[in-house]
């Protein structure tokens, strides 16, 4: 078992440094196909498929900071300005549009304001409650921004991607029968699962991935671009 968490580790540490090649990477370019389909150059998913497959098998251990980090970096590289750029901007009509719930939009000052709330309620592990909102917020805006789009869309396999990234970091997450999200980021919750709630917001992809972006680098203490970002807690 350790030998083999050991290799998961590897694999993961192997692709954010650019060793599996374009396999590891979804932003990679899209060659044109008699019949007008669209199909990428690489197959991003092998890798994915390889290491969800083990995973799937393993029981959820605790996670140091430096392992979490490994498995943050690979979206990180996927997020970067010029692939969000190219894939939910250039890709889209201009000044396009999608319908995602209200506390879907994740900035920065909801972090900060939720992080003031918990800590004045006396909630402990702020960090990683609102670790783990973020990641299920984004899976969600993911999968919203994924449905808009036809299958032979050139943004498909890229948003198809990430989420299978968000999917990754997920299993990396320490599990617990009697874990629960704090009574205010329930509350949030339980509003993603409303299927018509009482307000929508119209939000262009490219903002909700820029979001996306700049919350995970608050939130999580990685050396981003080689410098020390301090987290919300």
């Not at 083999?4 to 370019?29: K, Q, T």
């Not at 150059?41 to 979490?68: E, H, R």
Request: with cysteine; proline share 6%; aromatic share 10%.
């Amino acid at each position: 078992m350790l030998q083999l968490g050991h290799f998961i580790r590897s694999c993961i540490s192997l692709c954010s440094a650019g060793g599996l090649g374009d396999d590891c990477s979804s932003g990679v370019p899209w060659t044109g196909f008699p019949g007008g389909t669209m199909q990428p150059t690489s197959k991003p998913w092998a890798f994915f498929t390889l290491i969800t497959g083990v995973l799937s098998v393993l029981p959820p251990l605790a996670m140091s900071s430096t392992d979490m980090c490994r498995c943050l970096y690979p979206l990180e590289r996927e997020l970067r300005y010029n692939n969000r750029l190219q894939f939910t901007k250039h890709n889209f009509p201009i000044n396009y549009t999608i319908l995602v719930h209200h506390e879907e939009v994740l900035r920065i000052s909801n972090i900060t304001r939720l992080s003031a709330s918990l800590k004045s309620r006396g909630e402990e592990d702020i960090e990683g409650s609102l670790q783990r909102i973020w990641l299920y917020i984004n899976k969600e805006v993911m999968k919203k921004i994924r449905m808009v789009l036809p299958e032979q869309h050139p943004s498909q396999r890229y948003i198809s991607d990430l989420e299978g990234l968000l999917k990754l970091i997920q299993m990396h997450f320490p599990q617990s029968e009697e874990w629960e999200f704090p009574e205010l980021l329930q509350e949030i919750y339980g509003a993603l699962m409303n299927q018509e709630p009482a307000l929508w917001k119209k939000v262009k992809p490219k903002a909700l991935l820029d979001n996306c972006c700049k919350t995970m680098k608050l939130l999580f203490e990685c050396d981003w671009n080689g410098r020390r970002l301090t987290s919300a807690h």
